[in-house]
Antibody
Framework: QGQLVQSGAEVKKPGASVTVSCKAS????????ISWVRQAPGQGLEWMGW????????DYAQKFQGRVTMSMDTSTSTAYMDLRSLRSDDTAVYYC???????????WGQGTLVTVSP | QSALTQPASVSASPGQSITISCTGT?????????VSWYQQHPGKAPKLMIY???DRPSGVSDRFSGSKSGNTASLTISGLQAEDEADYYC??????????FGPGTKVTVL
């Protein structure tokens, strides 16, 4: 079935960077990928990108190209999402989700609230 | 701005059926059988309800079904129950090897 546990809430100032981690358990980490999805307050889901855990390949949504880096540590079955040059409109709940290679997401992490405020 | 379109809201009475549409292009919904649907209750993480257009994960009620015709995918909920009141999102694999979500549909059980 699998489970994803994310790191805790973060408060950052504009211009700073944030790293969110996502630890997988209950399945073979390197068989799938990990997608990152964010949800601003009161808004819908926004796909940010994914990393293929079997070879480290990444694809990012055009909106985040140059500002996001996704990485992983297969020894600990943990994925990471770094977002740089934070702005107030980056305030959102960030989710990781197991990506079934062709784009289904299951399970999801519990979400990490990132607040960007002066 | 989402590349997929969904109705903002759908409502019906308990026991009735509803269908939520998800329209894309030949570069996403129409080009691949990789459409999935998610249910999200307030304050909760999304839950996978349908994947690969019409497959249901283990544990998801058979009241939920999916289909696709051309560039439009659909989620049907039959025998609507109070617990089905939630936001529903479609997602599709794309020709750029990315994924894209629809804007979401709020389902209200009257």
């Amino acid at each position: 079935q699998g489970q994803l546990v994310q790191s805790g809430a973060e408060v950052k100032k504009p211009g700073a960077s944030v790293t969110v981690s996502c630890k997988a358990s209950g399945y073979t980490f390197t068989t799938y990928g990990i997608s990152w999805v964010r949800q601003a307050p009161g808004q819908g889901l926004e796909w940010m990108g994914w990393i293929a855990a079997y070879n480290g390949h990444t694809d990012y949504a055009q909106k985040f190209q140059g500002r996001v880096t996704m990485s992983m540590d297969t020894s600990t079955s943990t994925a990471y999402m770094d977002l740089r040059s934070l702005r107030s409109d980056d305030t959102a709940v960030y989710y990781c989700a197991r990506d079934g290679v062709w784009g289904w997401f299951d399970p999801w992490g519990q979400g990490t609230l990132v607040t960007v405020s002066p | 701005q989402s590349a997929l379109t969904q109705p903002a809201s759908v409502s019906a009475s308990p026991g009735q059926s509803i269908t939520i549409s998800c329209t894309g292009t030949s570069s996403d919904v129409g080009g691949y059988n990789y459409v999935s649907w998610y249910q999200q209750h307030p304050g909760k993480a999304p839950k996978l309800m349908i994947y690969d257009v019409s497959d249901r994960p283990s544990g998801v009620s058979d009241r939920f079904s999916g289909s696709k015709s051309g560039n439009t995918a659909s989620l049907t909920i039959s025998g609507l129950q109070a617990e089905d009141e939630a936001d529903y999102y479609c997602s599709s694999y794309t020709s750029s090897s990315t994924r894209v979500f629809g804007p979401g549909t709020k389902v209200t059980v009257l």
